[in-house]
């Protein structure tokens, strides 16, 4: 039994940016999560764009928070030491039909706020993303979007708000909430948490959360996109991300840079039953490059390096809902965070934390820390930086993952960051040791056995991303043992 | 400026590195240097614990361990210095490398000539876009190998092998023999691209199926695999719905192909070939920077390691008359593949060619009774006969001196003529 | 009786025909393209052959061992010899060559060490 002020569920962006925003209030709080570690959900598998907010209806929530969250992302990223480029993005058309969506969204975006709009024509188009389909005619030019590491956003978010006091807890889903005695129960699979205030922050799962605190039942439409992601390349054949012009028959899938130098395509949308189902299809892929082909005619996955799924939480009412929850005092929550939900995390955060602060009549730390990933990648270093970085620490020196060029001291340092790598994945996304193009082949033996020291564990108990996933199934010695099986 | 220099500086202590480094001290070279990411040289033989190395070579049957050993035995009696725990950052066209370790820290390192040995990577799943969801107990067949062999932990109970390349092979009745269960073993292609021996020893001996013209088609298991789908697959390697298989399982290890890593040649602008992913060479395996040399898996993908170390044998010896004497050619015939043949290396012959060179190449598919000819200005210049090319087998063509000298164009075609 | 075997002398991988007599002795071969088919054929429908490799664990020591057979074996033996392996306890040094199971089996044939363990 653990008593605590406010305990939040979910630990992927929407999570750990309120956790964060509430970790400079005087209170105690915790972060529950099903999985092993942040990021888990939606946060880990999206595009990765900081949309301008020309897309989204004036008016709606998710307007609002795109709007102020998007205009956030400078300085929070800068804070935090994470990637952050401002790369533009081009809406393209290839009829009238799509030329005259693409005013309504350039009218939107004025409307929006959204700096920099401007129609363009086939050549200027062509001159800027030569590898585009010559049959393009128009393109909204949005030189405002941006693109992020989403995953490295929440670990860093988590991080901040660990040294200001937040616990996290993981492998802990929740199975019941209950309102007794003026506070909330919430019971997970191996602890019961009683607070004052409990903030649903569960992605795909959030309308299940809900159902457990609130009368007026919720569901909620489980929409996953299948991605490629390409090998980094010093010159990738687009420089910014180029969205389709939506259409009735759907959103179209983007080609877009990532802020690592990779090029990631996707997504497909299909609504599916089961929120953590994040497989993905022989048809899903396909229908993502077949989509892709209209954008990029000369499209190659050849330097495919992985592909990916993630599953968005879709609301009928096509809007977030952020705020307290009518009939249940105490309870917040931010579902359907859908896109534009990464652009708008940090905007939602500090609405939730001032409404539950506001509830809890919190005040204000005196003091915090600001965390920040302060160490530049090893790989990002110039020579003279390497050098030094590795006379101050010879583990530098080491090489663990060759095609990133992550060392045993970037390892290390990830594992015991605030909230620490605790599997394979956790650091690959920490370190992206294991995310370049042999995929872990070489440096799984090694990632996995430094992870065995540092948690001072078997490397038996080491797993690829948390839960039963463990790595290896037993010793040599044990095998031969139990073996007979070649006979 | 540079922390040290060194005639000849040798990138990967692998096979290849340490033959070069052999030739080349042996050539006079007192000043040769084979940097080493790993903590023991050896290269990729330390996991191939099986036997069958060294046939042509040393005329008896030893396994990896054993092959490596004796060129490390060579390589300490002649004083070469091999530092290990080094990795090479970078490569520049003037030959300059920077490198960092634990121990000597970071550096820069001149050289007279640098000799490219760094080996080849295995196709991870992500180049196959195999659907399904990313659980633990999916490895290429090579890291599973270290994790036996090197390590001591077994990846996993029930196996399927995708991939019927000589890795896949011997990792299936490795795991076999160390008490696992190997299911099947699945091959894309309507034939296996391994050795006839290992299908007979590794799969016929502990009556594992192969299926051909089959690939996985679904990958299920949440946090560790839990089973996969095979289907049969059309002429164009399209999955034929109908012909499903499903096997419940808790590992699967990939074995679809190695890629040469050149990284590191690639960034001194070394030129590349689209077809064998290894540095474009002469017959001097000398890449399109003068003075950078390639060898062994870094300059294509080979099937059996004495081939490896002949040819670093020659580039080591290259690189040391390099160092010496700055030989510059009057020029080079280019080496094209025609009908049936990939990937010819060397790409470039010198037309003042001193001594015979062979030609490497892998057969597009598989060809009886057939005969390879070279081809300049619509005449046969060499030919060779065999009952057999295979794409799992690479084949060869010696050129001589006069057979180069008779060549009048810029140009010379290899090609595979069947009878059949 | 007859018997098909795959030669493995070489990529050509002939499809050969073995003729055995009732008592299991070699009679004749067919569908070999040279004479070291036929020697193979012979051995693989008598007494087939293999060589056995194998990682074992070392006391003390977190590294496997890999050892082999120091000749052929019969193909039959493997399965037990698997068993003795799982049995035999190997303590540090080891060098390459050292033999650990003398006369496995009583096959005469010695199962030794293929690296160095200090």
Not at chain 1, 309 to 331: I, K, M, N, Q, Y
């Amino acid at each position: 039994m653990i008593h605590t002020d406010i305990v939040i569920i979910g630990a992927g962006i929407t999570g750990t940016a309120v956790a964060r925003a509430l970790s400079r209030y005087n209170a105690s709080i915790c972060v529950v999560d099903s999985a092993s570690d942040i990021a888990e959900g939606a946060t880990k598998a999206n595009s990765g764009i900081i949309h301008a907010g020309f897309d989204a209806k004036p008016g709606t929530l998710k307007a609002r928070y795109n709007i102020l969250g998007s205009k956030m992302y400078p300085d929070l990223c800068a804070s935090l030491g994470v990637p952050y480029r401002m790369c533009g993005a081009l809406v393209i058309a290839f009829s009238d039909d799509d030329i005259t969506v693409l005013k309504e969204l350039e009218i939107r975006g004025r409307q929006n706020g959204v700096p920099g709009l401007r129609m363009i024509r086939q050549h200027e188009i062509l001159d800027m993303e030569p590898n585009l389909n010559p049959e393009v005619v128009a393109a909204l030019d949005v030189p405002s979007s941006a693109i992020v590491s989403p995953y490295e956003i929440a670990f860093a978010m988590a991080d901040d708000a660990a040294v200001n006091g937040v616990c996290f807890s993981f492998d802990q889903p929740v199975v019941s909430i209950r309102y007794t005695d003026n506070s909330w129960q919430v019971r997970t699979s191996s602890d019961t948490y009683i607070c004052r205030s409990v903030i649903n922050c569960a992605g795909a799962s959030g309308a299940l959360i809900h159902n457990m605190y609130s009368k007026n039942h919720l569901s909620m439409i489980h929409r996953r996109g299948q991605y490629y992601l390409l090998d980094r390349s010093p010159v990738q054949p687009f420089s910014r991300t180029v969205f389709q012009c939506p259409t009735k028959m759907g959103k179209g899938v983007l080609v877009s840079p990532t802020v690592h130098g990779n090029l990631i395509i996707g997504p497909n949308a299909e609504d599916i039953s089961d929120p953590l189902d994040t497989a993905t299809t022989a048809k899903g892929l396909s229908e993502v490059l077949s989509r892709a082909g209209l954008t990029w005619p000369e499209i190659s996955v050849r330097s495919n390096i992985t592909n990916f799924s993630g599953v968005r939480a879709h609301l009928e009412t096509d809007d977030f809902v952020v705020g307290s929850v009518a009939g249940s005092p105490g309870a917040f929550e931010a579902i359907g965070i859908e896109s534009p939900g990464l652009s708008s995390a940090p905007a939602i955060a500090d609405d939730l934390a001032g409404m539950v602060a506001d509830y809890l009549s919190l005040t204000k730390k005196s003091s915090i820390v600001f965390y920040s990933v302060s160490e530049k990648p090893f790989h990002q270093m110039t020579d003279a930086e390497r050098k030094e970085a590795v006379s101050k620490n010879p583990l530098h020196g080491n090489i663990i993952c060759r095609c990133e060029v992550v060392t045993e001291a970037e390892i290390r340092a990830a594992i015991r960051r605030p909230v620490g790598a605790r599997t394979i994945d956790g650091i690959k996304r920490r370190t992206r040791a294991g995310m370049g193009r042999c995929q872990g082949g070489f440096c799984s033996p090694r990632v996995a056995s430094i992870l065995s020291e540092e948690l001072g564990c078997s490397l038996r108990e080491i797993t690829k991303g948390g839960g039963s996933g463990r790595l290896l199934s037993g010793t040599v010695a044990e095998f031969l043992k139990a073996g007979e099986s070649f006979d | 400026m540079t922390d040290q220099y060194v005639d000849i500086l040798i990138i990967g202590a692998g096979p290849a590195g340490l033959a070069a480094a052999i030739s080349a001290r042996e050539s006079g070279m007192e000043s040769v240097l084979v940097l080493e990411r790993e903590s023991e040289p050896g290269g990729i033989l330390r996991q191939c614990i099986h036997n069958g190395f060294g046939l042509h070579r040393f005329h008896e049957e030893l396994t990896g361990p054993e092959y490596a050993q004796r060129d490390i035995d060579r390589i300490r009696e002649l004083d070469i210095r091999v530092e290990c725990g080094v990795t090479v950052l970078s490569l520049s066209a003037q030959r300059i490398v920077t490198c960092v370790s634990p121990v000597y820290g970071f550096r820069t390192i001149r050289a007279g000539a640098v000799v490219l040995a760094m080996g080849c990577r295995e196709r991870p799943r992500g180049a196959l876009c195999t659907p399904g969801t990313r659980c633990a107990g999916i490895f290429s067949a090579g890291t599973a190998q270290r994790f036996v062999n090197l390590e001591g932990w077994m990846p996993g109970k029930r196996v399927v092998i995708l991939g019927s390349g000589d890795i896949g092979l011997i990792m299936a009745r490795r795991m076999t023999l160390q008490g696992a269960n190997v299911l099947a073993c699945v091959e894309i292609m309507p034939y296996s691209s391994g050795l006839n021996r290992n299908i007979v020893q590794c799969l016929q001996d502990y009556d594992i199926p192969l299926y051909l013209s089959h690939t996985v088609t679904d990958i299920r298991g949440r946090d560790r695999l839990e089973g996969l789908t095979v289907s049969r697959v059309d002429e164009n390697r399209n999955p034929v719905p109908g012909t499903e298989i499903d096997f419940e399982c808790d590992t699967l290890l990939l074995s679809c192909g190695l890629i040469p890593e050149n990284e590191l040649s690639s960034g001194a602008g070394v030129e590349i070939s689209g077809i064998t992913a290894g540095p474009v060479v002469n017959n001097h395996f000398e890449t399109s920077v003068p003075g950078i040399f390639a060898c062994g898996n870094v300059l294509h993908v080979h099937d059996l390691v004495d081939h490896v170390s002949d040819e670093s044998f020659k580039a080591g010896r290259a690189a040391a008359s390099f160092v010496n004497s700055n030989n510059v050619s009057i020029g080079f015939i280019t080496i094209k593949d025609g009908a049936g043949v990939r990937g010819t290396v060397p790409q470039k012959i010198r037309l003042d060619l001193s001594e015979n060179t062979e030609l490497m190449f892998r057969p597009s598919a598989v060809f009886r009774n057939a005969t390879v000819i070279a081809e300049a200005d619509g005449k046969v210049i060499a030919q060779k006969k065999a009952m057999i090319f295979t794409p799992g087998e690479m084949a060869s063509i010696t050129l001589k001196p006069k057979d180069i000298s008779s060549v009048s164009g810029n140009s010379l075609t290899i090609r595979i003529e069947s009878e059949d | 009786m007859e018997q098909i075997i795959t030669c493995i002398n070489c990529p050509v991988g002939c499809r050969m025909t073995v003729q055995i007599s009732d008592n299991g002795s070699f009679l004749s071969v067919s569908g070999n393209t040279c004479p070291r088919g036929a020697k193979y054929a012979q051995q693989e429908c008598t007494i087939p052959k293999r060589m056995i490799t194998a990682v074992i664990p070392v006391r003390g020591s977190s590294v496997p061992l890999s050892v082999k057979t120091a000749e052929p074996v019969p193909k039959k033996l493997i399965p037990e010899i698997m068993s003795e392996l799982a049995e035999v306890t190997v303590m540090l040094p080891v060098h390459s060559g050292d033999t650990i199971i003398p006369d496995v089996l009583d096959s005469g044939v010695d199962i030794i060490a293929t690296r160095s363990l200090p």
